[in-house]
């Protein structure tokens, strides 16, 4: 139900945007937000933001990523600045918390 988009392969130093479109339903009653999982590792929340607007960052991402939402489109986006090889992940977005809805995620590569 949640479909994003705007992944790829990024130099270390760069910057990507994620997008991440949800159906009313979700969209209009739900925190929403951003995981990711490395290789090997658990998914992590990245950054969440309210029905209000509030917003919540992990603390190895704050300063650098910027999560906002556009309530005219449905849709919610990552903005990722100063982006590290620790940073490459598959990102997914979820609306509801874990027991909520998830996206298939998208490929975040950070590389030289």
């Known amino acids: 139900q949640l479909v994003e988009s705007g992944g790829g392969l990024v130099q270390p130093g760069g910057s990507l945007r994620l997008s991440c479109v949800a159906p009313?339903?979700?969209?209009?009653?739900?925190?929403l937000g951003w995981y990711r999982q490395a290789p090997g590792q658990q998914r992590e929340l990245v950054a969440t933001?309210?029905?209000?607007?509030?917003?919540n960052y992990a603390p190895s991402v704050k300063g650098r990523f910027t999560i906002s939402r556009d309530n005219a489109k449905n849709t919610i986006y990552l903005q990722m600045n100063s982006l590290k090889p620790d940073d490459t992940a598959v990102y997914y977005c979820?609306?509801?918390?874990?027991?909520?809805?998830w996206g298939r995620g998208t490929q975040v590569t950070v590389s030289s």
């Open positions: 009313e339903s979700v969209f209009s009653i739900r925190t």
């Open positions: 979820n609306g509801g918390g874990v027991l909520g809805f």
């Open positions: 933001i309210t029905v209000g607007g509030l917003t």
